[in-house]
């Protein structure tokens, strides 16, 4: 199946700093990822829908200013989460579908990234 | 996109099979069945996915019921590799609509020696 990339797999930082996360789409153009929030012992939750050259959509109660999201590729979205804080500690996670007539409307995952705010 | 019902967690011994049911009784006519797979600490893994008919790969087989209100996954030699969440999600068709995945808790699966 196609290859989807997350860096970095983790990353520690001091609260009040901005960590950038970014997803690559290794084999296929992916007109729309999509990235997800998974604290410890729960199920995924998506945070919001990238789509290439626009603006992406944000779940209800995502922060839009908080988590910045860009896509300005068809291979590349990245994440920044901007002044976090201990509560913004989680494992992040994107995922792509291939678009065009390849597009059999799986949706492959990166390997996540662990964020630890101190 | 459909609620589903898994069970919380399942043990299943090495070499066995393993068959993860899972109920979407409000399924709709143009609305597949997906399972994804989380290992610990990785991002979930796509297994197979089918619309009515039984469907198999190099990893699982589906087994959809004849009116579509539940499936089961089954993984004909279950190994320890294979302990993860095992998620069933359903959706509309592929290749039209929303694309994005609605997580439910999922089945975590013990394989055991």
């Known amino acids: 199946g196609a290859v989807v990339s997350q860096h970095p797999s983790r990353v520690i930082c001091k609260s009040g700093t901005s960590v950038k996360i970014e997803c690559r789409s290794l084999d296929f153009q992916a007109t729309t990822m999509f990235w997800y929030r998974q604290f410890p012992k729960q199920s995924l939750m998506l945070m919001a829908t990238?789509?290439?050259?626009?603006?992406?959509?944000?779940e209800q109660g995502v922060e839009k200013d908080k988590f910045l999201i860009n896509h300005a590729s068809l291979t590349l979205s990245t994440l920044t989460v901007t002044s976090a804080h201990p509560e913004d500690s989680s494992f992040y996670i994107c995922?792509?579908?291939?678009?065009?007539?390849?597009?059999?409307?799986?949706?492959?995952f990166g390997e996540g990234s662990r964020l630890t705010v101190l | 996109d459909a609620k589903t019902t898994q069970p919380t967690s399942m043990d299943c011994a090495e070499g066995r099979a393993a068959n993860l049911p899972c109920n979407h009784s409000?399924?709709?006519?143009?609305?597949?069945v997906y399972w994804y797979r989380q290992i610990h600490s990785q991002g979930p893994q796509y297994i197979i996915h089918?619309?009515?008919n039984n469907e198999t790969n190099e990893m699982a087989s589906l087994i959809i019921t004849e009116d579509r209100k539940s499936s089961t996954l089954i993984l004909p030699h279950a190994t320890l590799r294979d302990t993860a969440v095992y998620y069933c999600i359903v959706r509309v068709a592929a290749g039209a609509g929303s694309y994005q995945l609605t997580f439910g808790k999922g089945t975590k699966l013990s394989v055991i020696p």
């Open positions: 409000t399924i709709s006519g143009n609305e597949y």
């Open positions: 089918g619309l009515k």
């Open positions: 995922s792509a579908r291939e678009g065009g007539p390849k597009n059999t409307g799986e949706l492959f």
């Open positions: 990238s789509n290439e050259g626009s603006k992406a959509t944000y």
